[in-house]
């Protein structure tokens, strides 16, 4: 952990630097994945699977006895914690629908916007030692409220050929049924160019690797588009007087936890607090089963004094996080001057974890310093806008002269005569 | 021009393809231009504009006396036809703006969102001979209307080292002061890193060659955003018997006029409206000033007769065309059935170019087919989406063991203690 104290503005720069991530040369290795699916289809996933995830496959879909069976398999207090997140992402997803408004901006002129699901998704979900299947929820429920008529589900399984049951429970709870299992670039490839048993997508979104991250990079090239670009996780905390440095230790852990490149920073006014939660920090630290993954993600982590609370969301917005919690008792005195992050979360008592899993905010956030120019996942990234617009005679009479000028400036006649065709009609009638 | 007469559903995928462009080799070339700007700054654009553009700059920054200039360069029939453009611009795009909605998911769980505008973004204007001063409209209102604090614009200027009067006229009219005298790649260079004297920006926009397009698409790897991948323009036409064939022509030629890749595309259940249409082609075609570029368009384009409209409806969601015009009578009746286009322009009256210039809609719009995954520039694509979150002890209460038993089956324990110890807090105090 490195504490800096009253760092000069000029070393701002430095101290946002994210940890270097090495990137390797993988470009060539996952082209050649991507290449094989779009020519082999499922051979190639079939063959991939066996090669990389040492898993020989019997089908590719997940059936409908493994679905329930994850039903008698998921304990029924987990199932009642998933309903009651499912409850309140649904309730605030839901909140993010427009309503279509139409606008007349000179009479005659009507327009207006349609949002319409994007046709077909495909959702990816990392495989490992535990079941990320929040994240089923964090992109499963805004794709269904959005309409998305198609929806595939990619998770690899396990050396056995099984998936988690509480992934196949989840999804199915949302009405999800096209689950395949494949994981890795592969699983990439086949939703970005289908296959003879896997259709293809318009849009991926979801976490993975540095395999899945690179295959999502490059499908863009192809014409699929991506929830956004992927970079560790991220936690700012910015802390004053009426924090509770345990609360903050224990934040700052559920960040680190994540993985070793993830980064935690702390800012303060107040150096006691500083000192305290670094204190909190080791005490927790040696309780918790992945605290080797948290130690070295603590390395690349600062702890930094700065001289005031508005100097701290200076520097916070300049960092941009992913996450920023105000552990303050006055945090909502501040949320007017936040520019730049993912999820912010106000107060002593709004832990990440909560958005993490159940308050109904998405989990699926801009890291790396995107949270300057990216949003997080809503129920607008699996939609589409599409304008309309009607004009009358008179509206377009109202503005005609305009369009002609405007046209013929930019030395395009035939704009200009799509509009003077139509004028001399009117007047002729 | 190629009428295909009642294609089989099977010959569609072979109908939506688009011409097919030459991918140049042109990344070594650009990624050169990108590094040159990045190591060496102004020094690179005022050399690289000699050698691309011709022309020795004195300075890069266009002067307030080249602003005053173009006040009166502009003729006034022109400045009120901008004026009417940027009133029904403006109209449309703020009646994007959403209120923060605060979403109580859970009792003491309030969560919402706020918009706000990316800090800094670039707009890119092409040259040649036209000067496309309704771009800037397009892009400049929405990123003044989001709130983005710096604005960037850059275009080429002409040999003598000037810019046309109606570029500078409409930058200044909306409040656009930082305009550059450097195109091509090399702007898109300048404003991803950076230089001297240009700020770097977050998000570059705007339309240009193949040289810009390619910049915009390497620049994305450096963490910078863009509106979205660029292809040709193009426009399909949904025409029955009530339609006007000689203002589906105008309609068709206002396209094919933009450059010889474009694609223009009717579709139609009724025959004599397409052999109407081809004669009146012929004859307004000849009367074009851009009548050679416009024939090279024609010879991509296609006239589809097809058995219903509501079959060219279907059609028209499998192309998704970036413009879509339903010159019908009855347009309105198929509104609910597009699913993917990028803009749509319904009845006799509503003309593309209307939409290009003045009737309020935004003119940049997914192209080749991007209409899919894509939305048009909005309001939104020059803000981000915050989320915030706010939990009250009771709240932490209500959700928090939801939140452990979530967190301890993806094996987050710290996850979950960032819970456990505050409701712990909580029962003690």
């Known amino acids: 952990m490195n504490v800096i104290k009253n760092p000069a503005k000029q070393q701002w720069t430095d101290l946002i630097q994210r940890p270097k991530i090495a990137k390797e040369q993988l470009t060539d290795l996952i ?19 066996e090669q990389f995830d040492h898993v020989k496959l019997k089908q590719l879909f997940v059936t409908d006895t493994e679905i329930l069976e994850s039903k008698t398999l998921v304990p029924n207090k987990l199932k009642a ?7 309140n992402i649904e309730k605030f997803h839901a909140s993010q629908k427009t309503e279509e408004v139409v606008i007349e901006t000179t009479k005659g002129v009507q327009c207006w916007r349609k949002s319409v699901g994007v046709e077909k998704v495909g959702l990816y979900i990392p495989g490992g030692t535990a079941p990320l299947f929040s994240t089923i929820l964090m992109l499963g429920i805004p794709a269904k409220l959005a309409g998305c008529a198609e929806i595939i589900l990619c998770t690899p399984p396990n050396k056995n050929g099984t998936i988690h049951p509480a992934i196949l429970y989840t999804a199915n709870l949302i009405g999800i049924s096209k689950i395949v299992k494949v994981g890795g670039a592969q699983a990439i490839a086949a939703m970005a160019f289908g296959t003879e048993t896997i259709p293809q997508v318009y849009k991926i979104f979801g976490p993975g690797n540095q395999f899945v991250t690179k295959a999502k990079e490059l ?7 991506i929830d956004m670009p992927a970079g560790p996780s991220e936690v700012l905390i910015i802390a004053d007087e009426t924090a509770n440095p345990a609360f903050i230790a224990a934040d700052l852990l559920s960040q680190a936890e994540h993985g070793e490149d993830s980064q935690v920073i702390l800012l303060s006014d107040n150096e006691s607090i500083i000192d305290l939660t670094l204190k909190e920090l080791e005490k927790q630290l040696v309780c918790l089963p992945r605290k080797e993954i948290a130690k070295q993600a603590l390395k690349n982590s600062k702890f930094i004094l700065l001289n005031t ?10 960092y941009a996080p992913e996450h920023l919690i105000i552990a303050s008792e006055n945090a909502s005195n501040y949320t007017d001057k936040i520019i730049n992050a993912g999820s912010v979360f106000l107060g002593n008592y709004s832990c990440e974890s909560a958005g993490d899993y159940a308050s109904g905010t998405n989990h699926t956030l801009p890291t790396n310093g995107f949270a300057k120019n990216y949003s997080g996942v809503s129920l607008e990234s699996f939609q589409k806008k599409i304008t309309f617009q009607q004009l009358s005679k008179e509206g377009l009479k109202n503005i005609g002269q305009a369009i002609e000028i405007m046209a013929e400036t930019e030395e395009l006649f ?3 005569n799509a509009v003077s065709i139509r004028l001399k009609n009117i007047e002729n009638v």
């Open 309 to 318: 609370l508005d100097e701290c969301v200076d520097f916070s917005n300049v």
């Open 414 to 416: 035939a704009h200009k």
């Open 219 to 225: 499908i863009q090239q192809e014409g699929v588009a």
């Open 81 to 87: 914690a998933i309903a009651i997140a499912k409850q």
């Open 31 to 49: 082209y050649n994945i991507l290449n094989e699916v779009k020519a082999k289809g499922d051979e190639a996933l079939f063959r991939f699977s």
